[in-house]
């Protein structure tokens, strides 16, 4: 069974442009979360989404969004990049929300 | 949530057992205790989840007392590949809240 895949792998963005990170869950599985990860802050989360439906939030900008397809398949975009955007974006899938989480190997945005 | 505090780093050389001790004084009745691992560049993996008393796996083994309010991941013969961070998590087995990571314990595996 294919794992969790993240696309692209790396990215370099400027300041003030937008980005569009994807996720395709583990077959199956139906709810997606992301996560920010920097050296600072560690492992923070951003939002949870079930049966294309955003279930969590967490305290971030309105820069940051996201959705979910009907295939379970998952975006987040952030608008306007700033410097501190600069992190590993990490998805995670699992069959129900708040169960074993199975993470993806992330996109490392760098933001000049 | 419950929250969890673990040790910030450990070092430990190559063989022994390793034992990282998490504390949730808070923890739920219907709360799971989960342990996940993470290697540099790379989305954290699950390792072992528990309840109460004690849970083995191919990987390690989980201590829980009776109490809850404490859990212990113990790694038995670690070897260089086992050096990450190691989170602990506390949470309801299939909840509405998302599972929240802290700052984990970073062990250093020395030859």
């Known amino acids: 069974k294919a794992g969790v895949t993240q696309t692209p792998r790396y990215l370099i963005k400027t300041r003030g442009q937008q980005v569009t990170l994807s996720c395709s869950p583990i077959?199956?599985?139906?709810?997606v979360s992301w996560y920010q990860q920097t050296p600072g802050q560690g492992l923070q989360f951003l939002f949870e989404?079930?049966?294309?439906?955003?279930?969590n939030k967490g305290n971030f900008p309105g820069r940051f969004s996201g959705r979910q397809f009907s295939n379970s398949r998952s975006e987040m975009n952030v608008s306007t990049l700033e410097l501190g955007d600069s992190a590993l974006y990490l998805c995670?899938?699992?069959?129900?929300?708040?169960?074993?989480?199975?993470f993806g190997s992330g996109t490392q945005l760098s933001v000049l | 949530l419950a929250k969890t505090t673990q040790p910030i780093s450990m070092d430990s050389y190559e063989g022994q057992e390793v034992n990282i001790t998490c504390s949730h004084n808070?923890?739920?009745?219907?709360?799971?205790i989960t342990w996940y691992q993470q290697f540099p560049s790379q989305g954290p993996r699950f390792i072992i989840q528990?309840?109460?008393t004690k849970v083995t796996n191919e990987v390690a083994s989980l201590f829980i007392p009776a109490d809850r309010k404490s859990s212990t991941l113990s790694l038995p013969r670690v070897s260089l590949s086992d050096t990450a961070v190691y989170y602990c998590?506390?949470?309801?087995?299939?909840?509405?809240?998302?599972?929240?990571f802290g700052k984990g314990t970073r062990l250093s595996v020395i030859a």
């Open positions: 995670a899938s699992s069959l129900p929300p708040g169960e074993k989480l199975f």
């Open positions: 077959s199956g599985h139906r709810s």
């Open positions: 989404y079930f049966s294309e439906t955003q279930r």
């Open positions: 808070n923890i739920a009745t219907n709360d799971y």
């Open positions: 528990g309840y109460k």
């Open positions: 998590l506390v949470a309801p087995y299939s909840g509405n809240t998302p599972l929240v």
